[in-house]
């Protein structure tokens, strides 16, 4: 790609991944939240929704990585 879209694609893709972890965040929420409301497998003594909440937590902190890093693009390396 030229030099002069470079930094806009690189917005685009982190906008586009950023959405990609956010529905994935939401998805996982609501499979957490099902499996603590239907199952009763444990594991280790923990029920296993609390071994899955990780996934959400996880998924969220890339869609706000992406997305700062959408809105605020490192800087160039300033020449020497």
């Known amino acids: ?16 991944t950023a959405i990609v972890c956010g529905l994935l965040a939401w998805h996982t929420f609501r499979f957490v939240r099902d499996e603590r409301m239907y199952s009763d497998v444990e594991v280790a003594g923990l029920p296993v929704w609390l071994w899955q909440a990780i996934l959400p ?4 902190l890339m869609t706000w990585r992406f997305l700062f890093n959408a809105l605020f693009p490192k800087l160039p390396e300033p020449s020497r």
């Open 57 to 60: 937590f996880g998924f969220a």
């Open 1 to 16: 790609a030229p030099a002069a879209i470079l930094p806009w694609l690189k917005r685009v893709t982190a906008i586009a």
